[in-house]
């Protein structure tokens, strides 16, 4: 009999991902428009691995992460985790299936409840689901104190009385909890200052490497996204336009955004001129996206075909078996 091994099959499957927000207005709240906030997003992540999921603010890639926790519920599309559909869960087996998918969020500050202790914060998922005794729940408190990083004598503290960085940590111990085998992590460093950054993801990569997690790590930063993640995709206009390894992805961009988001990182070098890409124009409105290529009307190399013809994802030349994916007619060209 054939073993499946498991840190290769896909622990989180997204196909054909849309979420269309309606905009109405007038007496009536009448439907005027929809954003396009997601429109037809596929990937995959493996047992144990992480994909980072990058670009501009308001490219849509916060809103992916929230659909997958069915947070928003999507306009069209599949979210397979652990071999079951999570948009056709309801009710209870929703709830459950939500112990094995937690979410750490961007603001630290605003993620946790100002009233409530630390004890009280972390003692709730396991209230919510009924796990344990009062006893054994704080035993457990101080077991996520300790794996985080903070101190036992934090119980009784409020979130007020900590740092950004170790807010975040509170917010990470509080994902853990429940031992979940997906965390979305929604922009998790990019609040706190570049000293604390590092020590964030060092602690995120070291509870990967011992509890086995899976991540979907949201963000803006490549440089960020390149220390963690094993794929990246990038994100523009409610589309993935390409999607490979890190190093390929930094070694070789196919697509034009890409060049120029990673032409925007910074080089710790005073003396090196760093050749960036500035991009014309603005984002298109979600609202009213561009026909074709939606990223044609910032395009330095657009042609006419990629005004009305939309590119789709395929391999990029010399690549094959979704290696190396990109979104672009010119791929291989330019």
């Known amino acids: 009999m054939k073993v499946e091994n498991k840190a290769l099959s896909p622990l989180l499957t997204v196909k054909n991902l849309k979420m269309h927000f309606p905009v109405r207005g007038g007496v009536f709240r009448r439907l005027r428009a929809k954003v396009f906030a997601v429109d037809d997003v596929s990937f995959s992540v493996p047992h144990g691995k ?184 990038v994100m523009y206009l409610g589309k993935i336009v390409e999607m490979s390894d890190a190093d390929s992805i930094y070694e070789k961009p196919f697509h034009p955004y890409t060049r120029a988001l990673i032409s925007a990182i910074p080089i710790p070098d005073p003396f090196r001129k760093a050749d960036k890409i500035v991009l014309r124009g603005d984002v298109p409105s979600p609202i009213n996206p561009p026909p074709g290529c939606h990223f044609h009307t910032r395009c330095p190399y657009a042609l006419d075909r990629c005004r009305v013809e939309p590119p789709g994802l395929k391999d990029a030349p010399g690549t094959s078996g979704e290696q190396h994916l990109v979104a672009c007619i010119r791929a291989g060209e330019i």
Do not use: W
């Not at 457990?140 to 300790?146: A, I, K």
């Not at 119980?155 to 960085?165: D, K, T």
């Not at 509170?170 to 085998?181: F, Q, V």
């Open 50 to 233: 992480t994909l980072g999921l990058v670009g501009e603010s308001g490219c849509g890639k916060t809103t992916v992460g929230r659909c997958i926790l069915k947070l928003y519920k999507p306009t069209a599309g599949k979210v397979v985790f652990n071999d079951r559909n999570v948009l056709s869960l309801q009710h209870e087996a929703l709830r459950e299936s939500r112990k094995d998918m937690q979410i750490i969020f961007q603001d630290p500050f605003e993620s946790l409840n100002a009233r409530h202790t630390i004890q009280e914060i972390l003692e709730e998922p396991f209230i919510i689901h009924k796990i344990g005794n009062k006893n054994q729940r704080v035993a457990r408190v101080r077991e996520l104190l300790d794996r985080v990083g903070l101190p036992r004598n934090s119980l009784m503290r409020f979130p007020h009385e900590f740092s950004g960085g170790q807010r975040q940590r509170i917010g990470i111990a509080r994902a853990i909890a429940l031992h979940p085998k997906l965390i979305i992590c929604d922009e998790p460093v990019s609040a706190l200052d570049v000293s604390i950054q590092s020590q964030v993801l060092n602690l995120m990569l070291e509870l990967q490497e011992t509890l086995g997690l899976t991540y979907l790590f949201i963000a803006h930063d490549l440089a960020v996204v390149k220390h963690i993640s094993d794929r990246i995709a």
